[in-house]
């Protein structure tokens, strides 16, 4: 699989960590059993997911 797996950087926009959520979710799909591939999509879920609890809500 060509996706990017590496680890995401905290600094990304919001639109960046939401497109690196899908490529990181369909590595996971694509590769199930790799361990690597699924503690970085945590990551990048886990810093979605604070990032969005910053952001106001309207």
């Known amino acids: 699989m060509s ?3 590496a680890p995401v950087e905290p600094a990304k926009s919001t639109d960046e960590l ?3 959520m899908v490529e ?5 799909i694509g ?3 790799d361990e690597e591939i ?3 999509a945590d990551e990048v879920v886990r810093l979605l997911d604070a ?3 910053e ?3 309207g």
């Open 3 to 5: 996706i990017e797996t």
């Open 18 to 20: 939401r497109h690196s």
């Open 24 to 28: 990181f979710l369909m590595a996971v």
């Open 31 to 33: 590769a199930p059993d």
């Open 38 to 40: 699924a503690r970085d």
């Open 51 to 53: 990032r969005l609890a």
């Open 55 to 57: 952001e106001p809500r």
